[in-house]
């Protein structure tokens, strides 16, 4: 009897060895997720993983000359926004991103055109965001805009966020 009965504990040692080495393995293959970028107007928030980021690495330089990094940053920048926000008339959009991200600085651009300062908090507000619908060129409002987060090193950019806002109707 007690043959049979360390053959049933050795049988569950074995099956629970297993689990936790699986658990292990499955742990192991799992990415480190990217920071996060919230956009909040109103009521409502969303949050966007980054359309360009590799681990706060730097991936080009905002001031740069040479076209293939102006290329690179561009295509952040245009990388369709997979999170929508409907901002209703007078409300003011709050940005917000990780510590990690905060900690070098970080600004807003809105059409390639800063909407915020560079700062190192976790959090800014942009008092009126009807301004960002405007068209400065036709002085028309659009009926949605892109606003990117841009998370910079030094004057290098080390991540890119995308976030479609859309205007509510009046």
Same mark, same amino acid.
């Given at each position: 009897?007690?043959?049979?009965?360390?053959?049933?504990?050795?049988?569950?040692?074995?099956?629970?060895?297993?689990?936790?080495?699986?658990?292990?393995?499955?742990?192991?293959?799992?990415?480190?997720?990217t920071?996060?970028?919230?956009? /909040?107007?109103? *009521?409502? +928030?969303? =949050?966007?993983?980054?359309?360009?980021?590799?681990?706060?690495? #730097?991936?080009? !330089?905002? @001031?740069?000359?040479?076209k293939?990094?102006?290329?690179?940053?561009t295509?952040?920048?245009? /990388?369709?926004? *997979?999170? +929508?926000? =409907?901002?209703?008339?007078?409300?003011?959009?709050?940005?917000? #991103?990780?510590? !990690?991200? @905060?900690?070098?600085?970080?600004?807003?651009?809105?059409n390639?055109?800063?909407?915020?300062?560079?700062?190192?908090?976790?959090?800014?507000?942009?008092?009126?965001?009807?301004?960002?619908?405007?068209?400065?060129?036709?002085?028309?409002l659009?009926?949605?805009?892109?606003?990117?987060?841009?998370?910079?090193?030094?004057?290098?950019?080390?991540?890119?966020?995308n976030v479609?806002?859309k205007?509510?109707?009046?």
């Open positions: 009897m007690t043959a049979f009965s360390s053959w049933g504990t050795g049988r569950r040692a074995a099956a629970a060895l297993g689990a936790v080495s699986l658990g292990l393995v499955t742990l192991s293959a799992c990415e480190k997720p920071p996060l970028a919230t956009v /909040t107007a109103g *009521k409502d +928030t969303v =949050t966007a993983e980054a359309a360009c980021y590799d681990d706060g690495k #730097v991936l080009g !330089d905002l @001031a740069s000359t040479d293939k990094a102006q290329a690179g940053f295509k952040c920048l245009t /990388t369709e926004p *997979k999170k +929508t926000i =409907t901002v209703h008339p007078g409300e003011k959009l709050r940005l917000g #991103v990780e510590p !990690d991200v @905060a900690e070098d600085g970080w600004i807003a651009l809105s390639s055109s800063p909407i915020t300062n560079m700062s190192k908090q976790t959090y800014q507000v942009v008092p009126n965001a009807d301004q960002l619908f405007v068209n400065q060129q036709t002085r028309s659009a009926d949605s805009t892109v606003v990117s987060v841009v998370a910079s090193k030094g004057g290098k950019y080390t991540g890119v966020w479609k806002l205007r509510a109707e009046s």
